[in-house]
């Protein structure tokens, strides 16, 4: 098993974003019974964020009510929470040493000490305060006692040895799948590898598309951001999913799901030479999703070299977000 600060933690993680950033979230009892369901499975790193959702409804509420009802599963979960924007403003980052304090206290005010925070992360670089400055603010509360150690969220190779030369760096949370392969190349992975930091790869069904659910555009829900990102528009939709069907090709020979043979292709790059450990966060918001993302396909050899072939073949059109 992976360690994240010196807890083990299972294969794959569970991502709670959805569980409250959505136009129209769950219910807490359906919340509940995910996150229970994910924790009995294995899934005991959380992954959630301040910024999921308003500041009056967001992981942490979740999280609050979740172990009220569940004190038991408290030391059980590895929690990693996203912070460090400006409040009410999820999109916009502030590493400032003010908004990095207001964030964590406000996270653990709202815990009301019932779980632990093990990892905080600042969920984008601000470009206005140097980046080893954020980290040192962050340093400070674990040094402190109040949060376990230092993860980083959506950062490239320099900033990563930036952050590692002021504090020791627990995790490093990037998008990592079939659709977003750009740490292999970009020297994310590599950098990880070479410090010996893990790798908590988000959207490792690229937001659904590798579910095997989607068939055009028009399945996408009325009210869904994914409307506006750039690789589910029409005009490249069908091209995208071309790559979706030759891995549902390979999952149906070994009887599973695409979803499945998707996180196993993440997985398996785990004890490769020059990878670091990589945990996937698939998040769902029903059992029978939880269960399947719980169960990935080991890959051989042969498979996953084929599925290298196929990726060479159909390269995604579009980017990862919206330009804004």
């Known amino acids: 098993m992976v360690k994240l600060v010196g807890k083990e933690v299972g294969k794959v993680g569970y991502g709670l ?85 207001r964030s964590i206290d406000e996270c653990l005010k709202v815990l009301e000490g019932k779980k632990f925070l093990d990892l905080f992360e600042s969920a984008r670089i601000d470009p206005k305060v140097p980046y080893e400055d954020t980290i ?48 292999l190349e970009n020297g994310v992975a590599s950098t990880c590898a070479e410090l010996g930091i893990p790798i908590v790869a988000y959207s490792p069904l690229s937001r659904g598309f590798l579910t095997g659910e989607l068939r055009s555009f028009d399945d996408l829900p009325k009210d869904s951001m994914l409307r ?17 069907a030759e891995v549902e090709a390979i999952a149906k020979a ?19 030479p020059g990878m670091p450990e990589i945990i996937p966060i698939p998040g769902a918001t029903t059992t029978s999703r939880i269960e399947e993302n719980m169960s990935p396909v080991e890959l051989s050899a042969d498979e996953v070299a084929k599925i290298e072939d196929i990726l060479k073949k159909f390269p995604i059109s579009g980017g990862r977000y919206p330009g804004h």
């Open 17 to 101: 974003m959805g569980l409250t950033w959505r136009a129209s979230p769950p219910s807490q009892e359906q919340a509940f019974e995910a996150m229970h369901t994910a924790l009995s499975k294995g899934a005991n790193f959380f992954n959630g964020g301040e910024l999921y959702g308003t500041p009056e409804r967001n992981s942490l509420q979740l999280l609050n009510e979740y172990f009220t009802k569940y004190p038991g599963d408290a030391e059980k979960v590895v929690l990693s929470i996203k912070g460090g924007s400006v409040r009410g403003e999820p999109l916009t980052p502030d590493g400032s040493q003010k908004n990095i304090r």
């Open 254 to 272: 070994r009887g599973a799901t695409a979803a499945q043979v998707a996180i196993g292709w993440i997985i398996s790059h785990n004890g490769k």
């Open 136 to 183: 040192s603010y962050i340093a400070e509360y674990v040094k402190a006692g109040k949060v376990g150690g230092i993860s980083l969220s959506e950062v490239d190779a320099e900033s990563i040895r930036k952050a590692a030369g002021v504090h020791k760096i627990s995790a490093v949370e990037v998008e990592f799948s079939l659709f977003s392969t750009d740490i």
């Open 228 to 244: 506006y990102y750039p690789r589910f528009q029409p005009d490249v939709f069908d091209e995208n999913l071309k790559l979706v």
